[in-house]
Each structure stands twice: as C-alpha cells, then as structure tokens.
C-alpha cells in the first residue's frame, strides 16, 4: 500500500474467495483502496499491519468467527467502524454483532447499492472523528509548544488572536488594536515592528522578530512570524512563547562566565569587568589585583570529604563578598585559588599592610559542621603600572602567587617581576637558557662578610649572574623562577655547588679560608636526595663540607618543618653548616626557630634598613641577637648600606655584616684583594674599612 494514497482503505474479511473477491472489486470501482483477509485470525493480522479506515466482516468463518475477530478489533483499535455481514437476519445475530463492536451491520444476500451506501456513510463518520482528533492534536502541539496564531488587519488596525493567546503572552487579555500592541512594547521595539510591518505590506516580506513583553518575573520573549496573506491588507501569521527556551539560554551563559558554585564570575569575566573599569574616563585610581589561593584546601577534601570543601569554599566566596571594600571586582579562578581587584585605597607603598587589614578575617576559624577549621592563605599581588592590561595584572598576581611558601596564616607577597609586557621576553629568556650552563654563561659573584668584632672577613656568600650574550648581566631574581619552572634547576644547583667547592679549595690554598654561604632554591629543598647530592659532589670535589654553608630561607624551612628538621640534621650530620636567611620576612616566630639546628642566622634587609630610625626594628634585632647569643649561633645582619647602620647593629648585638658598606657582590679574585687591602688597612692605620659602594 502507498502510505501517500489518501483513497479510504477498507479491509475484507470473508472466507467464500468468490464473495470476498466480489466484495473488492466492487468496492476499488468506487474508488477504495482494499485488502482481504480470508478468517478471523488474519483480520487481525492485518489490521496490526496496516492502517484501515473500515471493515467489512464476514460472521461465520473457520479459524476465528466474525464475532471474536469483531471484538478483539474494536478493543484494539476503538476508532475503527466494523460493518458485520451477518447470515441471519435474525435479532440475535445483530444484537451479538453490536455486542461484538460492530457499527452497523448488513445481511446477506448483500444488497449491493444499499452496502455501498453503508460503506460511505460509515466512512463519512470515522472522517469527521477523524477530523476532530487532528484538531484536538494540533491544539495539544500548539499548546506544548506555546504556539499561536495572529492576523492584523492593516486597514483597520484591528488584531485577531487565537484562543488563549492572552495567555501565551502573559496578559489578562490580548491587545486588540495594533496601538494597545506597540504600547506593550519599547520604542525600539515599535519602530522595529513598524518598519516589519510596513515591509510586509509593500514588498510581502516575510515577517520574523522577537518582542520583549512584561517585566521582572512575568517577562515573556515572544517569537512573532508572518506572511502576507492572500488578502494585501491582512497579515497573519503565528507568534510562539520562547521565555523558556531564552532564559536556559541566558542561564547556560550565565554558567559558562559564573562558578557554579559560589556564583562568582569566572576569570573571563573579571578580565573584562576588570579592562572595563581600567578604561574608565576619568581613570580611577590603580587597581590593584590580588590572587588568593587556600593553601592546602586538599588536606580539608581528604580529611572531611570533597561536600565539606565545597561548603568551605562557598563560606570564603561569602566573606570575602563582605568585608572587600566597594568598589571592588571578585571572582573565582581554579579550584582554590579566588581574585580580587581593588582600586588602591591608600598610597602604593602602604598597599600591603592595607590589603592585609582588608584580608585579616579570613584568618578567623571557619565552622563546618561541628569541627573548627583554620586556613592558611597565600595572596599574590600586582599594581597596576599605567601600560598594564588587566589580563597582565592578573598573570602576574597569579603567578607571583605561584611562586609564595607559606607559612602562616596569610602570607602576602607583591609582584616584583618585571612588568609582563615582558612575557615573550621571558620566552625568549626560556630558550636560551637551556643553552647557557652548556655555553657556561653563568658565573659566581661573592659578597663578604664581615665580623665586626675584629673586622675579618670570615665568610662569602655565593651569588650567580648570567652573562647573556645580548643583554649583558643578569640578575639571578629574574631567571631563578625561570630555572625552577622549566625544571632546570638540578643542573644549575649542581653547577654552583661545585663552582663554590672549586673557589673554597682555591681560597684554602692560597691562606684564606673563607666559607661559602650557597644559596638553595625551594624546589632542591623539597628534593628528599638534596643532602646525599651535596655530599656527593662535595666528595667528588674533595671539598670539606665545613667550607660551605647552606642558605635555607625562613619560608623554605617553614613549608615542611619537619622535613626541615631532617635535612638540617642530615646536613650537618655530614659538616655543613647552616644558615637561615631572610630572617623575619616569613613571619614566623623565633620559638619556631629553636626547633631549628643552624649556625647563622640572617637578619633581612627589612630590619636593618629600619634600624635607625624605627624602634620596633631595634626592639626585634635586640631579640634576635638575645637568641642567638643564648643558642651560640652567628647573628648576621644583611644588607648593611651605612656606617650608622652598622654601629646600631653592632650596639644591638649583631655578631657579623653583610652589605653594600662593605662591598657589592665582586668576583673572586676581587674578593682577594678586598681582604688584602682590608688586611693592609688594618695594620696601617685603624680607620673605617673602605666601601666598594661603586665597585660593580
Ligand atoms: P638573597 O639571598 O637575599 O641575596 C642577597 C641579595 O641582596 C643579593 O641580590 C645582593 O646583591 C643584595 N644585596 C647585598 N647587599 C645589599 C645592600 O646593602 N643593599 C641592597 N639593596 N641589596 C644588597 P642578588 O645577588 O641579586 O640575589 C638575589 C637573590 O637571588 C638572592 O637573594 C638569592 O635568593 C637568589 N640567588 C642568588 N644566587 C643564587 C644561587 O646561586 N642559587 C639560588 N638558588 N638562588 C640564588
Ligand atoms: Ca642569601
């Protein structure tokens, strides 16, 4: 059967072939379309295969009877009519015939004329339900797609809705003169469907907008279509309620810009709120960009469960929400780590202490549940400089966060990188890196150090630069992090350690035995062989361990103090010896320090530049000498630039100096005649060691 012939199809169902055959043909010369079926059985067979509008069903049959077969159909299939060719015309047999579903029923002999007749009537019915279940359909299609019809009458302004179009469009009722139409509408709006309408009249343009209708939480996005319809002055067409299919789209973009789960803007968008603001006219303040990353949120995932972390997170986002001053942009990057741009509220070289004050209650304990938790916070920032892009900010307060050891409850650290406009400089620095230890474009500088007690210079300590071939010297703070991202930093460590043996043996042998301090970096302190590496290349060198010293930074030993405690054993189980460095600048208290086997400790720059004039640096250098004193440890002040500087260290009790007073880092065999001409100095006349402020 073609399932595109629209012919009625009428299933005949006799077992006499001669009747059944009868019985078809007539019926195709009248224009149907027919199968047979020679039992009851096969009735229904057919009738699942193929879709009938009408059955003409014999009574008695072999297989199944005509009765059966009757009812079994019209329970299946309740639409179908089913005339039964009864034998008997006999009130039993049209009762059972009914009872059997049957619509109507005829005895044989058939009457041809009068089953034609049957046929037609039974058929004009099954069209007209037929009609009204395509309408039913339709309205449930229309109703489950918010689908409606329209027609304007241009002549007369006068609008035709279908029904319950009020409701599609979320009105008590639907405006009936396009004017009530446009006042529904914005301006915009109404020109827009002014000039669509006005197109649809002179050209028959097809008609397709979108119109906004209502507000807040009865705002409807209507979808409204149209053809010109036969009629040059009507317009008719179909509108569709697509509130629901807009506002999932606004929330899939609201997704993919927010975090799902504090809500915060994801780092695309704080990028762009961020250059927005940075572009304002007038221009605002500096901005100043924070990333603050949760140190460690994994061990919380670990010991209280992943939902726990979750919640946690949701509780900074909150506090950080509250107590960030306005106006202010927040957002969230990875997994712990949150964004903070701020227009600088004080003056620049106060902005750390400020950004410390506005941060302080995120050292508060957080409650999850009934268990106390308190966080350790690492927070990298960067200034804005007048050229920075606000992506460029952001890199560089990320990765300066990247690059804090923590320890503490907060620890801050601002941006001192260069500027990263210098990104594909750094590129650049990258690759040729890889070539210079080969090409031996390293080399060490000293800077002494000198005990003031008896003016001797006792210890060096060791300083790397890198000749770059275009660039000239340069300094170890920029292509340290370098060497320590790209992993190269075993290799280089390897190339000072015995750079610095070589020296030490030298200096040995020429009557100077001088130590040397070697600076570490943090990723060879997290090396559990770094002890065992050192010794080797020590024994390799033929170098006594005594002759160097091993510079572990306060953050460094902080990260893992126990691991610290270890390697510091190891260490000088082996003669190293040992000295902490940048005392004072990771926070950490002087109780923590005594946990600590070392030789020397290392007042930071911070304290000794403050030593004149600032009585809480005396205070702190007068409890940090006490210490020492009472451990029976070298006290050394870095960064020494004045001789007043000096003599307050001296009077605090500061064992040792380091600093531009005495002389800049110079090269070893500088260093030889430094202490020489000291050495000369001293015996001529006592005077105040000369200053090689300018010598490099
Ligand atoms: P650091 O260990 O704090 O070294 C002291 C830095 O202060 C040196 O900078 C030194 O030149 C500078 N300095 C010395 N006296 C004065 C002074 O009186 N005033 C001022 N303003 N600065 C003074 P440098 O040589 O640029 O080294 C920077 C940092 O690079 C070092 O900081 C150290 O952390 C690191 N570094 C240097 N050489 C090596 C190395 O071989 N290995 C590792 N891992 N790090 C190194
Ligand atoms: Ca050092």
Known sequence: MNVYDSRPHILVVDDEPLLRTLLAKGLESQDYLVAEAADGEQAIAACAEQSFDLVLMD?????????????????????????????????????????????????????????????????RSTSALKLSHAYHDQNTACRLARLGFWQLNTRSGQLNWS?????????SQVPEKVQDLFSLLTEDQIQKM????????????????????????????????????LDPHIISGAFQDITEQRTTEQQIAHLAEHDALTGLPKRRLLLSQLQERMNQHPPAPKWLVAAIDIHRLQRINDA??????????????????????????LGRLEDDCFLVALPLGVAEEHCMEWLRSVLSPLEEPWLLGEQQVTLNFKVGVAIQDKENQADQLLQAAVRTQTTIISNGRMTLLANTTLPYEDQ???????????????????????????????????????LARWQHPEEGVISPDRFIPLLENMGLMPEFAEWVLRRACRQALQWQAEGNPLTIAVNISASQFADPQMVDTFVAICREEGCPPSLLEIEVTESMAMTNPLKAIEHFNALRANGFRIAIDDFGVGYSSIEY????????????????????????????????TTFCDTMKITCLAEGVESARQRDYL??????????YLLSRPINAGEITQFIRRLHDTRYAKPEEPQTHADSI
């Open 194 to 229: 002014t000039a669509l309408f006005m197109d649809s009249i002179n050209n028959g343009s097809t008609l397709d907008t979108e119109i906004v209708v209502g507000q807040g939480q009865d705002l409807r996005y209507i979808r409204v279509m149209a053809d010109n319809a």
């Open 163 to 171: 029904k319950d179009a009020h409701e599609l469009i979320g009105l």
């Open 59 to 123: 009574v008695s049959m072999p297989v199944m009877d005509g009765f059966t077969a009757g009812a079994r159909i019209s329970q299946q299939w309740p639409h179908l009519p089913i005339i039964m060719l009864t034998g008997f015309d006999d009130i039993e047999s049209v009762n059972n015939a009914f009872e059997s579903g049957a619509t109507d029923f005829i005895t044989k002999p058939i009457n041809l004329p009068l089953l034609w007749q049957r046929v037609r009537y039974a058929l």
């Open 304 to 329: 209280l469960g992943s939902d726990a972390g979750d919640q946690l997170l949701i509780m900074i986002a909150q506090r950080l929400t509250r107590i960030l001053p306005r106006p202010r942009l």
């Open 424 to 462: 594909s400089a750094n590129l650049l620095l990258e690759s040729q890196l890889h070539g210079a230890l080969e090409q031996d474009q390293f080399f060490l500088l000293y800077q002494p150090q000198q005990r003031l007690e008896d003016t001797c210079i006792v210890s060096v300590e060791a």
């Open 593 to 624: 320090l005594l946990h600590f086997p070392h030789d020397v400790l290392k007042i930071d720059r911070k304290f000794v530049n403050g030593v004149v004039e600032c009585a809480g640096s005396r205070a702190i250098v007068r409890a940090v």
């Open 650 to 659: 001296d009077a605090l009790g500061v064992g040792t100096i380091q600093g």
